[in-house]
DNA sequence: CCCGAAAAGTTGTACCTACAACAATGCTGT
DNA sequence: ACAGCATTGTTGTAGGTACAACTTTTCGGG
């Protein structure tokens, strides 16, 4: 005969199964470390992740971002409009002056290397938070989603 | 006689390796299915996680709060505030009207109960988006951070 | 070519988040 | 008991995020 069901109660599941609160977290931790240690050159890791994409891709229009970045099409749009006005991307604008594509401009570009050391002290710490099977796992569970986008 | 190294530029560097850039990008995909699988019944997985960290914990002071869930204490102080609002969290006041300490109400409670049913349907759209291995990283990777937190 | 529908971008609004500066509370050694 | 210091909580300010509503652009079928 069946063995009777232990019912855990709404708040037990949740804590115990919840990727959205883990992801979260980590989300929140991980930002932290990366935004303070690059503090000193002025740019958050959102910025630089925008510059970096935009200069791997190259000249691309701000739906894919949303749609590769997972972002919101008005979080592209407002994101953008700072790092134009700061001059590390250039936009190609429609008649409307709707942006119709960005691409990373050369202080741009110098600006991703400056923070270059910065990130790769965040890049360390968050690793060894993590350690080299957490990193692993992340990096290929973001590669995954990545590509499927 | 050792073999030339490529040097890949900063931003390939970034693009390729960065922790950040994939945990964001999950987190605001993972956070958008939960946000608008509950948004009928008016909740975010914000204050879900918050709530049923609280119930699970009992009484709890704003401080551990952003200890174990990596929330700036400040972010906390904010997030508490809608949920008194609410009567989802009752709080333990001092003379300076600061929050000592918070626990859920049992209107807060039954709101849990609440959204199982669309928490349920969301984190199983997400474990089809992750694939049962990437699900399964992901949360040993947060139980991970919340144990040493 | 043109019309209508779909896609793309912007703006208003609101929530989540963090840092800095400040205020209140708690703790420790004497 | 209490002076000084560390911890804790709040508020001002600013950036990141999303949804809804709106405008502009693009695209296909007549």
Redesign the interface.
Known sequence: MPIAQRHP???????N??????????????????DQTMANVGMS??Q??IM??V??VGRVNPSLIGAK???EKSTVSRNLKGLIDDGLLEAELSDGDRIKSVG?TEEG?RR??T??PD?RR??SL??K???PT??G??????????HKA
Chains 1, 2 share one sequence.
């Open positions: 109660s709404a708040i037990e599941e949740i804590a199964d919840c990727i959205a609160f883990r992801v979260r977290i980590l989300g929140r931790a991980v930002s932290a470390i990366y890791i959102s630089v992740n970096v994409f200069g791997k970045m997972a972002m990373l570009r991703v290397e923070v270059l990130w965040a890049q968050v690793k938070m993590l350690g957490g990193a796992a992340m990096v290929d569970l973001g590669n995954q989603l990545l």
